[in-house]
């Protein structure tokens, strides 16, 4: 067997309350590049399922950027640090440079590419850095800040000029290279949140937390116009772009909305057009980034909304389109459509994906508590949280009914639910199993073991349940009670998954010792043996439909498949599937299969037959 890499779901940019992100774009190739966690995302605006992750930085990404050339990305995380790295061919490691002793928040190159500029947090110390791109060796000096710098601009034509802004609420310009102070502006009343240089570097424009933005003259610095304040924002103006030919800008604000401006010939700012991007007008809407890349206006909301607006026809209403910002724990397919994809992260969102289309919208619950472990069995989903209650939600489409939220008392470890008699549910807590029928508890049941992982077979007549001693104990279901009618032992580690076969001939276990096992339904004898071959603990597995394959996701960031009726050294492995771990994992035919993880990436990879 062998595997390619079919379809990338792509996470969406982290974001903060009360912060902007700036987001980046090439040009060339219509792409934006983006951070989430260790993630740096390339992503075609033309396609939004074309992504290309970099994962190589050892702490959060916070900003990335093309070369002018689109030929290198620099990108910077939160401890200091650029990495610069080709964009094509595995992405070679050109350098890396520990530029400031706290995060990066912005990042510019020069205009010929030799120069870099980085700001962010110094504690302390510089907070303003350039340098050469080859060697790292500094460019200047940047006095005049005395907090955290959130935004720097390069002047893209000669004569160079740098300038930045941020929560000393100061503007301040730099002459060279090398760089020196020349002076500084204070204008703006609140954080300054980001500045850039128009296009043709004639001028620069700051916006601000304080509802404002200043353009000044590109190279002596003076204060040559502003935004009206008519029809102006009401909120903080976390982002500003310019568009390519540098007579508009497209800000973003807090108060949700975006908007394009015309900067007219005295350098003043009218409000053109006011962008409203979908959403239910809750604090998630709030949009915190922009760029304005050729004739795509693209706009990023606190929730981590992507809505793409076109600069030829602004009246079209956006596409817009999300995905997760956490780990994504679980993953299912409806059974009466395969090509549906349910995942949900443990920040209670639920993502609908389309295979061969991608985001087909989030799953609105009525309520937003947390998820654990989610099961779709038709046209119902099971959830548990972290608020020991169990819910059960019907699914019409992207609109869920009402939640019928049923408190266990317990944290629950573990919820499966009967396929073919949906409403039987077994949920494993510590010290044992709470069995539901419908909404009402019909039993507690403490099994007198630590308990770490639960199945129930479809039929709703046995249960599996793991023990944190590594053993597997069988019970057949009687009424609302267990009978115990064997003890499986041969795990060295406990418990973390157990599922039953689609045929229900077989059922699979995981355990935290990095081990599977198939075993036999009825006779309980090891099927197939020695999957050995994970380097950290089994978070999730999964049978492909016709119960010949199986596939296990671990925290050593693989996949492997294996096929039943062969030995295990014949597996396939999928190396780096998901960065910092597998967490979800379903097939969705014969030789597909979805995996899920701590990226927040969802990926479909195509198997091939031997």
């Known amino acids: 067997m062998s595997h390619e890499l079919k379809e990338t779901y792509a996470c969406m940019p982290t974001t903060e309350r009360g912060r902007g992100i700036l987001i980046s774009g090439d040009a060339k190739s219509n792409s934006i590049v983006y951070t989430n966690a260790r993630s740096v995302v390339i992503m075609s605006l033309e396609n939004p399922l074309q992504v290309s992750v970099y994962g190589e930085h050892a702490y959060p990404a916070t900003v990335a950027r093309f070369s002018p050339n689109g030929e290198w990305v620099a990108s910077a995380d939160a401890s200091g640090t650029v990495r610069i790295w080709g964009t094509r061919n595995d992405f070679v490691l050109k350098k890396e440079f520990r530029v400031l002793s706290g995060r990066i928040d912005d990042l510019q190159w020069s205009p010929d590419g030799l120069r870099i500029v980085a700001c962010g947090e110094g504690k302390g110390k510089s907070f303003v850095r350039a340098f050469m791109w080859d060697s790292g060796t500094n460019v200047g000096e940047f006095d005049g800040h005395s907090r955290r710098v959130l935004s720097c601009a390069y002047k893209p034509t ?80 976390y982002a500003v772009s310019w568009s390519p030919d540098g007579k508009q800008v497209l800000t973003v604000s807090a108060d949700k909305s975006a908007k394009v401006w015309d900067i007219s010939e005295d350098n003043n700012g009218k409000v053109k057009k006011t962008l409203t991007c979908p959403g239910s007008g809750g604090v998630e809407d709030m949009l915190v980034g922009c760029l304005w890349l050729n004739d795509y206006l693209v706009t990023v909301s606190l929730g981590g909304i992507i809505s793409i607006f076109l600069a030829s026809d602004l009246d079209k209403a956006p596409t817009a389109f999300s995905g997760h910002m956490k780990n994504v724990s679980s993953l299912s397919i409806l059974r009466s459509n395969p090509k549906v ?26 309520e937003g508590s947390q998820i654990k472990c989610l099961v779709a069995v038709e046209e119902e989903i099971v959830t548990s949280g972290f608020d020991n209650k169990i819910r059960r939600v019907s699914l019409h489409g992207d609109q869920c009914g009402d939640a019928e939220a049923i408190d266990i008392g317990n944290q629950p470890k573990d919820l499966s639910v009967a396929l073919l008699s949906p409403e039987l549910a077994l949920v494993s807590i510590d010290s044992g199993v709470v069995m539901l029928r419908g909404t009402k508890i019909v039993s507690t049941i403490n099994l007198g073991f630590v308990v770490t992982a639960s199945a129930v077979s479809p039929d709703g007549s046995e249960a599996i349940i793991g023990g944190q001693d590594g053993k597997l104990h069988i019970y057949s279901i009687s009424g609302d009670t267990l009978v115990e009618e064997a003890v499986l032992e041969k795990h060295r580690g406990a418990i973390s998954v157990i599922r039953y076969s689609p045929d229900v001939s077989m059922f699979a276990s995981g355990d935290l010792n990095r081990e599977a096992i198939v075993w036999d339904r009825a006779s309980h004898e090891v099927k197939l043996k020695n999957m050995l071959y994970h380097t950290a603990r089994i978070n999730c597995l999964a049978w492909s439909p016709d119960s010949r394959r199986i596939a296990t996701g671990s925290l050593d960031m693989c996949v492997i498949i294996y096929e039943v009726d062969q030995p295990a050294s014949s597996r396939i492995t999928i190396k780096g599937a998901h960065l910092g771990g597998v967490y979800g994992l379903t097939f969705t035919d014969e030789y597909s299969l979805a995996s899920s993880g701590e990226d927040a990436f969802i990926r479909v990879w195509k198997i091939t037959p031997p």
């Open 158 to 237: 000669r004569p160079f000029r740098v300038v930045t802004c941020g929560e000393d609420f100061l503007v301040n310009f730099y002459e060279g290279p090398p760089f020196r102070f020349k002076l500084s502006h204070r204008d703006h009343s609140n954080f300054v949140n980001c500045v850039r240089y128009s296009p043709d570097g004639s001028k620069f424009i700051s916006v601000s937390s304080d509802k404002s933005g200043f353009i000044f003259d590109g190279k002596s610095a003076e204060k040559i116009g502003e935004l009206s304040s008519e029809g102006g924002h009401t909120g903080s103006i």
């Open 341 to 366: 994809l349910l995942s949900s992260s443990y920040d209670g969102l639920i993502v609908k994906w389309i295979q061969g289309i991608g985001y087909s919208g989030k799953v609105q619950r009525k």
